[in-house]
């Protein structure tokens, strides 16, 4: 492919990406699996799954992202730091 078409096809598979992202109901998927946990709601273990994967698509692995704390840095500023950063993060999807 010519450098010309290729950035093209990236350009496109972004996107696509992106609009797929955007229709994963995050909020709702979550809300579904802390239904179950709490014993409102029962799923089956083919929709857990499918939420798994869902998620996996749309949000960061919490497992990839390091993170790392000043021994000066005060915890509960952090942390609550952190939890505002992750709000921003799901209000966006």
Known sequence: MKPAINKAFEDEMRRRIEEVRKGIKIKETVAALQDCVEGVRELTR???RAAEILLKKSMPDLKEIEH?????????????KARDRAAARTTQH
């Open 68 to 80: 790392k704390v000043d021994a000066n840095t005060d915890l509960a500023e952090y942390l609550s």
């Open 46 to 48: 083919e929709q857990i």
